[in-house]
């Protein structure tokens, strides 16, 4: 089964750190770009990020420039997102996303991780 | 990378019809074939209805359907369903190399 799995989020207070982790499951975890996309209580969604298959080109939103970054591990089929700097605005449900195939859009999402930015 | 602008809310009765519409620039929209819709229940992840502009993933339902005119890409649901409400969601690629998303519609079947 295609999977992907989110851990990592919780409470941290404005100007931490926290490191959210995806693990994927059921695909060729190298073969694809893979994404973050955010979801604040109540709001839209929002894209944060995404990485090339092999690492080397990532993109990110203007918001968190600077302050995220996104990773991943091939040989671990793991994929991350190092915040630093966190803001109140930064409280959401991270969810990690699968393109289908070489195109562009979201067919695989995880259930999400809840960041928190609150002392 | 301003939110592409959908309208806050649509409703339609069962066995209609009702278009969402999502208005970007020729910076997004407008410049490229990569337009995606996404249908999200409360509580849920998202889930993909439509994939560059108005390709279906298999297992999704005919009565979704898409398009795009200049800057506007629309979805179009037809033979409303009671479990159609729920937020909708279009995305755009971008000539940043970035996503983005609109700003989401609630579909509320009366």
């Known amino acids: 089964e295609v999977q992907l799995v989110e851990s990592g989020g919780g409470l941290v207070q404005p100007g931490g750190s926290l490191r959210v982790s995806c693990a994927a499951s059921?695909?060729?975890?190298?073969?694809?770009?893979m994404n973050w996309v955010r979801q604040a209580p109540g709001k839209g969604l929002e894209w944060v990020a995404n990485i090339k298959p092999d690492g080397r080109e990532k993109h990110y939103v203007d918001s968190v420039k600077g302050r995220f970054t996104i990773s991943r591990d091939n040989d671990k089929n793991s994929l991350y997102l190092q915040m630093s700097s966190l803001r109140a605005e930064d409280t959401a449900v991270y969810y990690c996303a699968r393109p289908p195939g070489g195109n562009v859009a979201f067919d695989i999402w995880g259930q999400g991780t809840m960041v928190t930015v609150s002392s | 990378q301003s939110a592409l602008t959908q309208p806050a809310s649509v409703s339609g009765s069962p066995g209609q019809s009702i278009t969402i519409s999502c208005t970007g620039t020729s910076s997004d929209v407008g410049g490229y074939n990569y337009v995606s819709w996404y249908q999200q229940h409360p509580g849920k992840a998202p889930k993909l209805l439509i994939y560059d502009v108005n390709n279906r993933p298999s297992g999704i339902s005919n009565r979704f359907s898409g398009s795009k005119s200049g800057n506007t890409a629309s979805l179009t649901i037809s033979g409303l369903q009671a479990e159609d409400e729920a937020d909708y969601y279009c995305?755009?690629?971008?000539?940043?190399?970035?996503?983005?998303f609109g700003g989401g519609t609630k579909l509320t079947v009366l």
């Open positions: 059921g695909f060729t975890f190298s073969s694809y770009w």
């Open positions: 995305c755009s690629y971008t000539s940043s190399g970035t996503l983005v």
